[in-house]
C-alpha cells in the first residue's frame, strides 16, 4: 500500500477523527506545533465571550464569589485525572517556572539536612535557572545529571531530584515508575516537569508515589497563550509542604486579610496571588474536550503519528538527509525531531508553505503531533513538503 492510502486507511480507523472538527485552524495548514502552543477548541471563543460580557461586565466584581476565586481548585480537578491523580492534589496558578520555585523550595525544606539538588542534565533551561536560584538561596549545592547516571549520583545528601518526563529537545521519554524509585530508595524528593507528557500518554503519579509536580497548560492541553500551569502535590506531604511565595492566595483565610501568614490547608497552600482569571477559564472550557477520551486512545494515535511519519521522512528524503533524534522505540513523547545543519531555514521555508513546526538551536526541527487535532495525512503532507523544501 503506498503512503497515500496508508495514511487514508490509518486515519479512517481512527477513534479519536471525531475530535479534529472541535479545533479552529486554519483550513490548509498542517499544525505540528501543538508541543509549544496547542490549537485552540472552537468552544474556547464562544465560553471568553460569555466570560467577558456576562461574568466580567454582567456581574462585575460579584463574579469573584461567584466561581472565580475557587477555579484554580476547580480546573486543578479537572487536570488531576490526566495525571493519575486522586481529587484535592493538583492547583492551577502561576507559570510553570513559578511552581517549580515552589516546588524545589519546598522540598528543599523538606530535608532539612540534605545538602544537594540535583537537575536532569537535558533540562529546559527554565528549569535549570529556577534550581540554580532554589540552590542559591537555601545554601544547597546544585548538581547536574543526565538521567540515566542518576545512580551514581544519589545519596543522602540528595534533597531533591528535578527531572523533565519528556526531553523538550529530542521527544525522548523517561521512564517514570524506576527514576521515581530510585530516587525515594536514595531518601529524596522527586519533582517531575510533565510540561510534555501531559494530555500525550496516562500518567500514574499517585500510583507511583510521585512527590511532585508541575507542568503547563498551553502544549497538549490547548489551553491557550500564557494559560496558568498546574502543580501537583501528594496528599500525604500537603502539610508539610512549605513554599515560598505566601501570597494572600494560599492563606487560610484570605479574606480575613490577617497580618500574618496562615498557610490554608491542603493543595490550596499552593496558590500565590490573584488567579488569572481570563486564561483559567480558557483552560477550563478547552478541558471539555478530554471528558470521554480515553488516554490509552491518544497515547496509541500519538505513537502512531510519530511511527508514521518517520516512515514518511525515511521514504521519501535521500538517505542521510536528516538525522531522527527522537527514540524510536516506545521511550518517546509526542514529537519528531530531526537534526539538519540548516534547521533554521528549512524550517522558516516550512512555515510559508503552511507546515508549522519550530527550530531549535542549532540545528534540530521539531515536529509535535497532538492526536486530537493531527491527522497521518497531516504527517504525509508535512513529509513531502519538507521533502519539496529540501530538494529545492
Ligand atoms: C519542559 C518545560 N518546562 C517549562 C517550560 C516553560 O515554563 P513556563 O510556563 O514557566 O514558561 C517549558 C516551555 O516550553 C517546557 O517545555
Not at 465560553?47 to 461574568?55: A, D, G, I, K, T
Not at 542518576?150 to 519528556?166: E, F, R, S
Not at 496571588?273 to 480558557?282: E, F, N, R, W
Request: proline residues 6%; charged residues 25%; negative net charge.
Amino acid at each position: 500500500m503506498d503512503l497515500t492510502a496508508r495514511a487514508a486507511k490509518l486515519d479512517a480507523e481512527d477513534p479519536l477523527a471525531h475530535l479534529r472538527a472541535e479545533f479552529d485552524l486554519p483550513p490548509g495548514t498542517v499544525y505540528l506545533d501543538g508541543n509549544s502552543l496547542g490549537a485552540p477548541l472552537r468552544r474556547v471563543a464562544d465560553q471568553m465571550q460569555r466570560v467577558v460580557r456576562e461574568q466580567w461586565g454582567g456581574r462585575l466584581i460579584r463574579s469573584w464569589s461567584e466561581g472565580w476565586w475557587e477555579a484554580p481548585r476547580r480546573v486543578g480537578e479537572r487536570i488531576a485525572p490526566l495525571l493519575g491523580a486522586a481529587p484535592g492534589q493538583v492547583v492551577v496558578a502561576d507559570s510553570t517556572s513559578v511552581n517549580l520555585f515552589k516546588a524545589l523550595v519546598a522540598a528543599v525544606r523538606l530535608a532539612p539536612g540534605r545538602r544537594e539538588i540535583v537537575v536532569d542534565a537535558a533540562t529546559f533551561p527554565t528549569d535549570g535557572y529556577i534550581a540554580t536560584s532554589v540552590a542559591e538561596l537555601t545554601g544547597r549545592v546544585l548538581r547536574t545529571a543526565d538521567a540515566d547516571e542518576l545512580p551514581a549520583v544519589l545519596g543522602d545528601g540528595t534533597a531533591v531530584v528535578l527531572l523533565n518526563h519528556v526531553d523538550y529537545r529530542t521527544g525522548r521519554l523517561h521512564d517514570m515508575a524506576a527514576l521515581t524509585a530510585r530516587v525515594h530508595a536514595a531518601g529524596a524528593r522527586v519533582v517531575w516537569d510533565l510540561c510534555h507528557s501531559v494530555g500525550v500518554l496516562p500518567l500514574a503519579l499517585d500510583a507511583l508515589g510521585v512527590d511532585l509536580a508541575v507542568g503547563c497548560t498551553y502544549k497538549f492541553l490547548n489551553g491557550g497563550p500564557g494559560a496558568p500551569a498546574f502543580l501537583y502535590v501528594r496528599r500525604d506531604l500537603q502539610e508539610a509542604f512549605d513554599q515560598p511565595l505566601s501570597g494572600w492566595g494560599g492563606h487560610r483565610e484570605p479574606f480575613a486579610m490577617a497580618p500574618d501568614y496562615v498557610p490554608a490547608e491542603g493543595i490550596e497552600r499552593g496558590r500565590c496571588g490573584t488567579p488569572d482569571i481570563l486564561s483559567l477559564l480558557a483552560l477550563e472550557s478547552a478541558l471539555e474536550v478530554w471528558d470521554g477520551v480515553a488516554l490509552a486512545d491518544v497515547r496509541a494515535k500519538g505513537l502512531s503519528l510519530t511511527d508514521f511519519f518517520v516512515e514518511c521522512v525515511t521514504e521519501l528524503l535521500p538517505p542521510g538527509a536528516v538525522e531522527v533524534l527522537t527514540p524510536r522505540d516506545e521511550r518517546r513523547g509526542h514529537q519528531v525531531s530531526l537534526r539538519h545543519p540548516d534547521a533554521e531555514a528549512v524550517m522558516t521555508e516550512l512555515i510559508a508553505r503552511e507546515v508549522i513546526g519550530d527550530f531549535r538551536s542549532p540545528d534540530v526541527l521539531r515536529f509535535g503531533f497532538a492526536p486530537l487535532y493531527v491527522t497521518h495525512a497531516d504527517a504525509l503532507h508535512a513529509a513531502r513538503t519538507l521533502t519539496d523544501v529540501l530538494e529545492a
